[in-house]
Nanobody, 125 residues
Framework: QVQLVESGGGSVQSGGSPRLSCQVSGDIFSSYCRGWFRQAPGTGREGVACIDGGGNTAYADSVKGRFTISQDNAKNTLYLQMNSLRPEETAMYYC???????????????????WGQGTQVTVSS
């Protein structure tokens, strides 16, 4: 059984730099995309970043240069380092696994098989 458990969320000031973690357990395809998504109240789920088994990455334009996705294969843990956070980035952040093998669709939530429960990030101005 696959489980994804996020941690690291909370309340931060605008400009803050929290790091989210996602502990992955169970049998997943390590070469496929693992991603971070976020969902603000009243909006759809938005792809933030993705990393594949080879360490190749993709980012939403809105976070390029500020967020970094990484993984520790020995610990089966996915990370999202977020810098210079903005109040409009207040959202529930989710990690997802067994994503697409095609980069063109990395940010499509329906391409991911497994999801965590999410961790709330609230950015105050």
């Amino acid at each position: 059984q696959v489980q994804l458990v996020e941690s690291g969320g909370g309340s931060v000031q605008s400009g803050g730099s929290p790091r989210l973690s996602c502990q992955v357990s169970g049998d997943i395809f390590s070469s496929y995309c693992r991603g971070w998504f976020r969902q603000a109240p009243g909006t759809g789920r938005e792809g933030v970043a993705c990393i594949d088994g080879g360490g190749n990455t993709a980012y939403a334009d809105s976070v390029k240069g500020r967020f970094t996705i990484s993984q520790d294969n020995a610990k089966n843990t996915l990370y999202l380092q977020m810098n210079s956070l903005r109040p409009e980035e207040t959202a529930m952040y989710y990690c997802a696994a067994d994503g697409p093998f095609i980069w063109a669709v990395w940010d499509r939530e329906y391409e991911y098989k497994y999801w965590g429960q999410g961790t709330q990030v609230t950015v105050s101005s």
